[in-house]
């Protein structure tokens, strides 16, 4: 009996054009509220990610004049510092020379964009700069527990680095595993990977490390791709070592700082810099992974490296630039995100001292991921009250109707089928319209791109289905509130209603 | 116990409904009674006397708040809300007094209805719609929806959908109140027509006067009781 109810409901639809007009309308808005909610929740999660991969990328100089590098071990959850000794500072560089490199990155190309032979020839008239080289970089995530989508997902800059300066090895004194980057440069799927950064060591499977690289949803006129983090490519790679570069976002800490153990600590405030997570593979490895994940070879890189004779230079070199090129921003690491604050206990006191960093808040993702959490739950709560009401109103206008068909032997469940695949026709059209609708719009600008309309058809798709299967499944689960309420309600109550 | 004759289709023992309003609101406070298979039975009484109530319990609409009601030998109190609707789907017609057609479906398609619910192939339901639109002398009107239709075509559609699964029994509740004295007739022709020929009982709560003539037994109810009933033996028609 129960396909009478389903073919009366989609016949009610199909012909109570007031009711199914109003119910679809409400539904589209409904829908276009969630469609643009999850938009903004993707893109701020998103957002957040790039910004962070950011911090060792595009528009930013990274440059050192005060280093904190890896302590002696790990404490769960923490990341332990220790100041270079205040002697060391001004020749950190006979120490460290894996810092020999400052990364300066141009912004995307637009109407003051130079070429390269300009850069070069800027380049010219500022000493210190040994090389310029394409940045190689790409988001990635480390993927723990495997791929797919059971694993966590810890993002991570993968960065094709150029092993020309790496050749000599040298240890570090002071950190044990601290091999230089040196393996063979003929595209070995090898990664050195951050020591004391967030990779955590359950992520390496006999020394092989799993990553996920994003692939190529379309390309930009600028001819850089439009990364889809949907969809990702699984790498595996050897790991070869673990490196302990230092240099990433500044953040201020206060360190306890003393002369020795009798000495009382001092509380000062210090720059110090945070390990960026990144996964470093040798450039031609890293060329394979680019193409195999996008399609295309690196022909265009969103920055540029530069390679200083000395860091020492790179605060200078980055004011000259900015200098000789106006309109653009450059910056050191990353001056734009102070870190909004900072847990540490003292770890010990002493020469030299050590903190040991509970918690680094990054400005802007802490916000951009407050917004989506409020934005996000608010938006959606209204798209889903919307919803609720839609269905509320489905039902208590039809209580008559209801009535009746219990009076002519319908029984409850074939009343809560009827609502309910009324609710499935109303969602599934009313959500469709609104999500196009919202889609509409931003794909237009899509038409005047380089990017692939196929693939950006197939993510609208995709974030259709989500949209209209958010919509629907809220209408099915509302649905059956008020519509069990109706159905277990006397007829003579329902007719007596009338 | 109030009979209508010895043959039973249907039977209320000690029959009552409180509505809780207020301190609590007696509408019927006692009913025994036992209608005939083939019966014709009339229910009358002022307004607020209960009729309406003792209809709706008969035919299941509403639970009683003490006694029982037998159709066909099942009790309605052993009877969960789904046994429930499958006995009104197959045993009981309903007549309203505001006809309460579907306003979605044609008039073919609120006769129908109950047809396809008890599983008749849509082909044979559609013959059998076809034969009672045409018996109630609506064949004319079986695509039009009930806003297109009078208050008496809506009513005479109202009656072939009660007829639809040939139940047992047809309550009909005012099913004249509405319509004027032409119209009203008719429909009460239309009912003994079809209580002559097919041998289904009819229920029928009406205060009008000159329907009594109509009936077999005519049924008196005062102030929530069943006060008397006349057996009219055939009535009119």
Known sequence: ?498 | MVETNDRPILRATRLARRFPVGEGVWALKRADLTIARGAFVLVTGPSGCGKTTLLNLLGGLDRPTRGDVEVGGVLFSKLNESGLARLRRREIGFVFQFFNLLADLTAAENVELPMRMVGLRKAEAAKRTTELLEAVGMSHRARHTPFELSGGEQQRVAVARALANQPSIVLADEPTGNLDSKNSAEIMELFKRFNRGTGQTFVIVSHAPGFADYADHVVHMKDGEITGIDHRGGGRG
């Open chain 1, 1 to 498: 009996m129960g396909l009478v109810f389903v073919k009366m409901a989609v016949r009610n639809v199909a012909r109570n054009w007031n009711r199914t007009g109003l119910m679809i309308a409400g539904m589209a808005v409904a829908a276009a509220m969630m469609t643009v909610t999850t938009a903004l929740s993707a893109g701020y999660a998103e957002g957040a990610a790039v910004e962070w991969r950011q911090l060792v990328g595009a528009d930013i100089l990274v440059y050192a004049d005060l280093y904190a590098y890896a302590g002696d071990g790990e404490e769960s959850g923490s990341w332990q510092w220790r100041s270079l000794p205040a002697d060391f500072v001004g020749d950190a560089v006979l120490f460290r020379p894996d810092l020999e490199r400052g990364y300066l990155s141009p912004s995307p190309a637009g109407p003051d964009t130079f070429g390269a032979g300009d850069f070069l020839s800027v380049l010219d008239d500022i000493p210190g700069v040994a090389d310029v080289q394409p940045a190689r970089l790409l988001p990635a995530y480390v993927a723990v527990g495997g791929p797919g989508a059971g694993s966590r997902r810890i993002p991570v800059v993968l960065r094709g680095r150029s092993i020309a300066g790496d050749l000599s090895a040298r240890p570090l004194p002071d950190v044990p595993d601290g091999r230089y980057f040196n393996p063979s440069d003929d595209g070995r799927p090898v990664a050195l990977v951050n020591r004391h950064g967030p990779v955590p060591a359950n992520a390496l499977s006999d020394g092989r490390l799993l990553i996920e690289v994003p692939t190529a949803a379309g390309w930009s006129s600028d001819g850089l791709p439009v990364l889809d983090h949907s969809r990702t490519l699984a790498i595996e790679l050897e790991v070869l070592g673990r490196f302990s570069l230092s240099l990433g976002p500044r953040v201020i800490v206060n360190l306890a700082q003393g002369a020795g153990p009798e000495t009382e600590a001092r509380p000062m405030r210090k720059e110090v810099y945070i390990d960026v997570p990144e996964v470093w593979v040798p450039a031609a490895t890293f060329d394979l992974i680019y193409e195999d994940a996008l399609g295309r070879p690196l022909e265009r890189a969103s920055q540029l490296c530069l390679n200083l004779e000395s860091m020492f230079l790179a605060k200078d070199i980055a004011q000259s630039l900015a200098e000789v090129l106006p309109g653009r921003t450059v910056v050191t690491v990353p001056q734009e995100v102070a870190a909004s604050g900072i847990q540490y206990v003292p770890y010990r006191t002493g020469d030299p001292p050590v903190v040991v960093v509970r918690r680094v808040y990054y400005p802007g993702t802490a916000v951009t991921m407050d917004i989506k959490a409020e934005l996000s739950g608010a938006a959606f709560g209204v798209a889903g009250l919307l919803v609720v009401a839609n269905m509320y109103v489905l039902v208590t206008q039809r209580r008559r109707e209801i009535g009746v068909l219990k009076a002519v032997g319908a029984a409850s469940r074939d009343i809560v089928l009827l609502i309910l695949v009324e609710a499935v026709g109303y969602s599934l059209v009313g959500a469709g319209l609104g999500f196009l609708a919202v889609r509409l719009v931003t794909f237009l600008p899509l038409l005047g791109s380089a990017t692939s309309l196929v693939e950006g058809t197939a993510l609208t798709v995709r974030a259709g289905l989500l949209v209209v299967g958010l919509t629907t499944g809220v209408s099915l689960l509302f649905g059956v509130l008020p519509a069990l309420d109706a159905a277990r309600t006397s007829v003579v109550t329902l007719l007596g209603d009338q």
